[in-house]
């Protein structure tokens, strides 16, 4: 991890070069705030290399538009109604959202949008503390109502709310913690893996579509294990991949089988091992991983107990390939990867 003066170094690179320059002074000139938002904020003070910028700021999307237009290639709505437009310069694309100040009402997956007028506010209604910092632009301002700062130098991973009220919200947010140890090493602290084992049956509000991204965002990452185990140890992968959790099968006092649930997740460690040793720098291979993740779900169902205490689990290669089908097709994975990893 840097240190915050070398964060702020970061920020600073990415403040004074075009177009965030040009827009951090068009949006100033016309009265509004505007900042450098979430993951980018984050990820400058964990030395990583800050990609998709993302902003927010105090004009509403036709204000957002009426500033950005003249500056731009090209804007398009990525959602008006939730107040976010996109504009193209030159080879990179911004997000830039309207402050939100939304209340879902309990049952409802869908939050009653409202703009808000408070940077603040809109912090503190994100998903996790690390995530509701942010600078505001020109001046580099940071802003972190949450204590986000004091959390990611920490090494926790919190919830602005509380944890209850987070999940409820969007019980999605459970899996993305989950991904974020994974992808940066943070631990979920005492409150929030309580309660995403206490709500981990409300992940089954979430749609397929948004469980399945949000799967391969974690397995995509340099530790997926760390996120899969918090799953499986909070109760959550019993509804969204329940052939992981079954994989625990319990091994008798001779030990004449092994634990297939650890076995899987080192079979996962040893292809992802494999995977950069013969494509060094190539993108996630996710078909491998989870092919990997998968490749003994057909035992528990296949198990034996034989004469003399042998332990057989004949055919489990064919009963692990229909199941993964079944499972893919349940998460709307497209034909080939479905097909790929059976």
Known sequence: ????????????????????????K????????????????????????????????????????????????????????????AAQFDDQTVEITTFRADEYERGNRKPKVEFGTSLRDDLSRRDFTINSMAVVL???VLVDPCNGLDDLLAGYLKTPSEPQV?????????????????QLGLAPDEATLQAMAEMASSIKEVS?????????????TKSPRTGLEILVETGIAEFILPELPALRLETDEHAHHKDVYQHTL?????????????????????????????????????????????????????????????????LRFDGDSIRSVA
């Not at 991890?1 to 951090?24: C, D, I, N, R, W």
């Not at 090209?74 to 107040?83: E, F």
């Not at 397929?208 to 995509?220: A, F, M, T």
């Open 1 to 24: 991890m840097l240190s915050v003066a070398k964060a702020l170094e970061a920020l600073t690179f990415v403040a004074s070069h075009e177009p965030v320059s040009t827009l951090a």
């Open 26 to 85: 068009a949006f100033s000139k016309a009265g509004y705030e505007f900042a450098l938002v979430g993951g980018p904020v984050r990820d400058a003070f964990l030395g990583r290399e800050l990609n998709d910028l993302d902003f927010t700021t105090s004009a509403t999307p036709e204000e957002i538009e009426r500033i950005v237009s003249p500056l731009a290639r090209a804007t398009w709505d990525i959602g008006r109604a939730y107040g976010t437009i």
């Open 138 to 140: 020109p001046d580099l």
């Open 166 to 182: 987070s999940f409820s919200d969007d019980p999605l947010r459970m899996m993305r913690g989950a991904r974020f140890a994974s």
């Open 208 to 220: 397929s579509e948004r469980v399945r991204d949000e799967l391969v965002r974690l397995i995509s």
């Open 266 to 330: 080192k079979v996962l460690d040893q292809a992802m091992d494999e995977e950069a040793r013969r494509f060094p720098g190539a993108k996630p291979d996710v078909p491998l991983r989870i092919a990997a993740l998968l490749h003994d779900i057909g035992k528990p169902a296949t198990r034996r107990f034989e004469p003399g205490g042998t332990v057989t689990f004949y055919h489990h290669d064919v009963v692990g390939a229909k199941l993964a089908r079944t499972r893919l097709r349940a």
